[in-house]
Nanobody, 125 residues
């Protein structure tokens, strides 16, 4: 069992930066890949970025490539999403997910067993 808690969201002007954190409880954090997803009002939850258990492989949605960076610290049981050059269309609730595997990045919501409660990111002009 893994419990996830996101933090770091907030209000930011376009072009600014935010760093999201996903703190995990449970000794199995390092066993799994981690993923960040987001859901805007009226839209389905979509994949943003993912990282394998040891950070060896990362994957990004085309919409955030070159702007967002995913990382993890298995000692602190925490995953991060550094978001730079924020755009209005990045506004959404951001969720971290776990339990989808180990040595590959899962990009589908249905593959993840554990989710956090989400953190709101609002980008303004």
């Amino acid at each position: 069992q893994v419990q996830l808690v996101e933090s770091g969201g907030g209000l930011m002007q376009a072009g600014g930066s935010l760093r999201l954190s996903c703190a995990a409880s449970g000794r199995t954090f390092s066993t799994y890949s981690m993923g960040w997803f987001r859901q805007a009002p009226g839209k389905e939850r979509e994949f943003v970025a993912g990282i394998t258990w040891n950070g060896g492989i990362t994957q990004y949605a085309d919409s955030v490539k070159g702007r967002f960076t995913i990382s993890r610290d298995n000692v602190k049981n925490t995953a991060y999403l550094q978001m730079n050059s924020l755009k209005l269309e990045d506004t959404a609730v951001y969720y971290c997910g776990s339990g989808a595997g180990r040595a590959y990045v899962a990009s589908r919501v249905s593959e993840y067993a554990y989710w956090g409660q989400g953190t709101q990111v609002t980008v303004t002009s």
